[in-house]
């Protein structure tokens, strides 16, 4: 697997992953409906693609296949996480999720969040995210619950030699 910055070219492949992946993965969480209005299958490719440039975007690569990806901000929110259905369970969103971190932490990120599907939940939790609060957002009037997540970053003892 390789990981490397999000391009333009990406966007599509992209975007049908993150449809798959939530209509197939999800789908133990969440009913028909809420995948429906999650997942429309009507990305604007415009919008993502400009707001994937803005944010730190890694990309895991497996034989020229897209197979994950994930998005943070300049602000320590990780925006978006996911791993192609076929490739679930093999480290892919760890190894993005730590790297889009530890470059964060570069740049000064002192805490990071996230909203947190309840199937992603259990996954940060194991990372060391916390849940705030459980979070309803309504979209086409359907109900979707989700989780608003926290991570400080761990103080690290230095010590002068």
Known sequence: MKIRKYKTADCTEIADLFYETVHTINAKDYTKSQLDVWATGKIDIVAWDKSFLEHNTLVAEENNIIVGFGDMDNHGYLDRLFVHKD????????????ELERQAEIHGISAFATHASIT???????????VVSENKVIRNGVELTNFIMEKPLAKRAYTEE
Not at 87 to 98: R, S
Not at 120 to 130: D, S
């Open 87 to 98: 490739y679930q369970g093999k480290g892919i969103a760890t190894t993005i999720t730590t």
């Open 120 to 130: 992603a939940k259990p996954f940060f939790e194991k990372h060391g995210y916390h």
